[in-house]
């Protein structure tokens, strides 16, 4: 058995990614690749735009509608499109009868919160559709994948949330950050280095291969801090660095444990949390993440230290931003909801 | 129906590559990792070598022996070790009764030469094994398949040899190549640059990450000369260079044509050569290879140009080194000896 | 003594370089920086555009006009500009009384072809001034010393064909290279690789990080190929390429020698040429440039190897593109001018 | 007037940099050129060894001893050495009669620390000279200016400390880092990124092209950690990460702030910590260092924002490791010592 697949977007690289891993998913076929713009005037084939896929997919990147989108008769659509493109066609694909809905899986953050207030001063637009905010399922299988399994709209996590939220999540749960005397938990900090590829395929300068250099940016004011606090469950001190490499997040975590807390114990709480899960690997004590060897792969690796002295817990995490945190997180949520086994075309 | 390789050498980087692409082979299952050393103190598992293989193959790296591979009763074994340590190891893997022989696919250069007489020169041994080069098949499907359907050794191409005979190869057979005034071809000249895993992963201070700029190398002394002279068909004059990348082989080559031939009739020439080959791509008109289009692939990508009133014709071919250029190859040799479609586990 | 000088382009990657030289001059006083653009809207420092010269020219970068930079009373100018905004300003510039002129440095190409006919194929417009073209003189001083030393208009040799005439040029004069049967020269091949700053700061897709992969790129057109052909002496085939670095050419380049000649004299040609010379330096014998070797140097070093039985003679020359190809040969250009010790602001 | 100065340790990075450095010095003299290594086979120049150095510095690489390097007659003698050979050289450089005494400027780590304790568990030895220890002063000309301008044995700063200390020093001296209950101070974080460079020449696996990826190591362990915390005033927790790049540090600082301080006071505090220094650039508000802004130079950069809800001090610093982190900071440290104006040799 296997499902029609459309792409929408997919001349950006997170667009190409899916093309990649759905090209070789054994029960998915891609029956339509669309653009993010509204017109191209000429429509090229995604060979055309990215030389990798001659021979492969020829197809033609055409417009992206509504209308264009469901007469391919899809079962599942991927949106790796602007906000406000995601939001139109998201709104247009779910709407209708339900024997012929598709299922959408968004790699925007038009989805991601729930709360429409922050969108205004982190994306620069009112949400018109709060509504779908509230339905939109948040798609990291691993600490949702119940939701995942009965969504019909899936806001997949932005890379650097998923660096974050898989190695904090099950602490926050748990009970392990320490609290400040007002009550509130002492915020935990997230210094992360992401590769070029996560500031996308349009042409910009901060982008030249000679303008990338180690350096920080958005600081205090990232659009995925409220991402980022919302599912780790606790405010946290995000920074982001930009490295020049191509692929990959490291995130290096800080967190003052709560009394009581200790190396062990923070260990047994993540090895809990993804016992079984196989796209989440703890690493055993002196083994540290590097980007390197989670390039091209759906993995999370994390590695923890405690400093106990202090009660300070130093957590590291890696992914590949284009892959756990974009595109294979998208398939790997598409293979649950569609009951397929999870690391179908994620296996490296 | 599935057969069980053995990798010897795995903690290289052509190693390593062969694991990554038999993990995810349907018809291979990997039964035994070696290391090339004869003897380790320690025997690392591979994911502790190459982190990337965490949760994925954590055998331990065992010390070579035949008789240790043997025991593992191999269908096919994949030699990436040093040319001697492939000598003995191919020679005791092919001796004892048919019944339990297996074959071998070297990817050292130990029996790529037919003519023994090149290896003092080149590789600094005499050869110790004139008999089984004469038995060896040189493992480029595209132009040598039937051969390899039969073969029980065979020797994998280099990584420079493949860029530079795919491209060159059918147009020698097809006599393109001027002759000058003596009777010999005018010589096609092969400029190429080499990524930096082509090196090995043996630290030495040429590899180190500050002492890698471009530039060339082993000028009018390769190793790989006679191997490209030999396949090719004719003398060449091949240049490597080194450039500040991990992965590729770009190799720009310019052939001076005989009479009567122009662009169209070079472009048919290779066009029937590779005609239903599913990893050599002809680019069309104005699009020229680029390593980016094939890393991580088992593509040749080859395009030509044509300057008509000097007869001169300029080609560009690029392949993955670690792919095509060796690990890719050799599973592609695996597919063709043993039946399998030839993309198995090559699909990207 | 010192003179005033005006930067015209300074928020490109040439003029800024040549902003860090003139910084560091000690008879050369920057009195004016100014953007290639017509008009600016709002006027950033130099060090806002790069922060690295924060604290240490923090001019505004003003909007580019004859009168604006003649209010500045320049002794020399330099324009970083875009072809046709340097055929305007160097108009502008070079009119007047005597008394009050300044000697004008282009970078651009619009005076470095005698044959204005060449410019509407290669560069795209009909070259409005071919009398400036006759006045012009190319500022290579190793080759065209004399010239420079009297000029008031001086067009600054590009990247590659600096890297392509100091190895040919002379070599062409002493008649070294082989004649074919119709009596032109048999053309040299100068296969190139650049790194990415040489492609300028504007951003396009092709200079974007994540895009930049070792290829070649306007095969059989490149814009350089006339101006390589004019200053060598003969017709030649230039094929460039682009690498994944940021400074730096590197070209291979092969000979055919005429009968008589062999490495020696090549090598006595080679060093009689350049005796002398501060900027160009001679590899001895099995010792090969590197883009490495010359980064941020106004160097060209130079290796030659003859392989006999063929008669043919391989070079290979380095450059930084943005040093020798461009601001440090402009400095160098003035220094000859003004009659400054040649070295003056180019020691490294 | 010029003074003689010698260089061990000229074959790395570090070694290689106060060559650079001091060749374009006006007011030093390079007089003798030694390795690291007691006794060379063979001592090769300094332009074989870096190909940079061809016609500017053929000076052999004489094997090391206190007599030999005596007989230069230096004034100044920079050691880049490893840490007991610093010792020993040191030792017998700063011996005998205060007439023919020379400067010692030590790149090593071994006269960095005043108390002994430290050596054994960071540096793997017993310090043989805790007396040195004491006579030894912290080349960090911005923070003990006076006391390097009379000292006999400067210990240059390590790289990651000066990209650490100067942020910090300053802040913690005017008591704006919060308390704990316990009385001590809440430890300022600090994650820094260093390019490979830092890890020096020798060549190791971890240092090779292929296997530089982001990721942490020395977690919790850094050598550097004692000195940080010595010269900055109080405890901090430092954390090293590997960027793939050559040059700069990249130091991400955070520090819960004493009640009462807010943006502005830090800001007071640092500007008038570093008014009139001429190597500290603090960034005005919105503006964040990045390595490119620094490599190459003697700066360092620093720019600070305070998240006043959370009375959270998040500061950023860049530095150029082998400048402002090694050769450069040396050669600054010389320039106070010998009266010369502190940026001689250091203006980029």
């Known amino acids: 058995v296997s499902i ?42 995604l060979s055309e735009v990215f030389g990798r896929f001659r021979g492969l997919l020829d197809l033609p990147i055409r417009a992206a509608s509504v209308s264009e989108i469901k007469a391919c008769e899809p079962d599942a659509v991927f949106l790796a499109t602007p906000h406000l493109a995601s939001i139109e066609l998201a709104t247009g694909l779910l709407e209708g009868s339900a024997s012929r809905r598709c299922v959408v899986f968004d790699l925007s953050a038009a989805f991601r919160l729930k709360d429409a207030r922050a969108y205004p001063s982190r994306y620069g637009f009112e949400h018109p559709r709060p509504d779908l ?40 749960r748990a009970g392990a950050v320490a609290k400040r005397p007002d009550g509130r938990c002492v915020r935990p900090i ?25 350096k920080p940016y958005a600081v205090l004011s990232h659009r995925h801090q409220p991402e980022i606090d919302a599912y780790v469950g606790v405010e946290t001190l995000f920074t982001p660095h930009l490295g020049p490499y191509e692929r990959g997040i490291l995130s290096t975590i800080h967190v003052e444990l709560e009394r009581g807390w200790n190396e062990m114990r923070v260990r047994d709480v993540l090895a809990e949390a993804y016992a079984g899960e196989m796209f989440v690997r703890l690493c055993r004590a002196d083994v540290w993440p590097s980007v390197g060897d989670v390039r ?6 994390i590695a923890i230290a405690v400093d106990e002295p202090w009660s300070h817990l130093l957590m590291v995490s890696a992914i590949d931003n284009l892959v756990k945190g974009a595109a294979g997180q998208a398939v790997q949520c598409m293979n649950v909801r569609f009951g397929f086994s999870e690391a179908t075309g994620l296996k490296f």
Request: hydrophobic share 40%; charged share 20%; net charge neutral.
């Open 133 to 172: 905010l509230a339905k939109a399922v948040y798609g990291l299988p691993e600490l949702w994948r119940d939701a995942v399994r009965h969504a019909d709209l899936v806001a997949v996590p932005g890379c650097y949330p998923t660096s974050a939220i898989l190695p904090l999540a099950p602490l926050v």
């Open 190 to 214: 997230i210094d992360s280095t992401s590769g070029v590829s996560g500031a996308g395929r349009t042409p910009e300068l901060r982008s030249m291969f000679c303008e990338v250099h180690q």
């Open 4 to 45: 029609r697949v459309v792409i929408v977007g997919a001349a950006g690289y997170a667009g190409a990614e899916l093309a990649s891993l759905l090209l070789r998913h054994s029960q998915a076929r891609i029956v339509g690749i669309f653009g993010s713009a509204r017109r191209d005037e000429h429509a090229p084939t």
């Open 296 to 301: 091209g792969t759906n993995y999370c690796d």
